[in-house]
């Protein structure tokens, strides 16, 4: 599985040289929890990353992880069925809440022991793919619960890569100045880290390696 980290969302004449093509069935998957205490952000960036994903030659529904906040386990064989899982930015803690409440942990690291999988989580607030939300706290509200989020979910994340994310770091973003006090939090605290300004990716090419 490949995993492609992205700080800013694609654009339709912006393909990452670094992304497989879709294969026979060419299915995306995109998550967008982030956004889920921003309805007009979600009406408005769903059209334009389903644009995006045709674009690249992708077939695109929406993967709503709060469809499986009761019945986890079929989120296994929806993620089993798309080449490819693109998950937004937004709120981070949010979106790592809502992966711990769907077990979404669970359905992409069996997707890891497929040989033939190409499933890549490009940009969400990427740090959740790390160990833990050290420093996010700068950048992030980790008190936001949206409607339908039961109390005392964990914001856990998944863990494939060893290191955390910044995204938009020393960036035109209003976030960027949060970002700029997590990366110096993280290095104060000798923690592994990496630093994305926009428009940057880090590209992990097999991630089973690193989730070991």
């Not at 069925?81 to 769907?102: E, I, K, P, Q, Y």
Request: aromatic share 6%; with cysteine.
């Amino acid at each position: 599985m490949r995993l492609l980290l992205s700080s800013w969302y694609l654009k339709p004449d912006d393909r990452p040289a670094v992304l497989p093509p879709p294969t026979s069935t060419g299915r995306a998957g995109i998550v967008l929890n982030a956004l889920d205490q921003y309805g007009h952000s979600r009406d408005r960036d769903l059209p334009r990353e389903v644009h995006t994903w045709e674009t690249f030659g992708y077939t695109c529904e929406e993967l709503d992880l709060r469809d499986h906040f009761s019945a986890p386990e079929d989120l296994r064989n929806r993620v089993a069925d798309f080449d490819l899982v693109r998950a937004l930015g937004g709120n981070a803690f949010v979106l790592a809440r809502a992966m711990t409440r769907s077990r979404f942990a669970d359905a992409v690291k069996e997707r890891l022991n497929r040989p033939s999988s190409s499933t890549a989580a490009v940009r969400p607030v990427p740090v959740f793919t790390g160990p833990d939300l050290r420093g996010i706290d700068l950048i992030d509200d980790p008190a936001v619960r949206p409607d339908g989020y039961p109390s005392g979910i964990e914001p856990d994340c998944l863990g494939l890569v060893p290191f955390r994310v910044v995204p938009h770091w020393r960036s035109d973003h209003p976030d960027a100045a949060g970002a700029d006090q997590a990366a110096g939090h993280l290095t104060e605290a000798g923690l592994q880290q990496r630093c994305l300004r926009d428009g940057q990716t880090i590209s992990v090419q097999e991630v089973s390696d690193l989730a070991a």
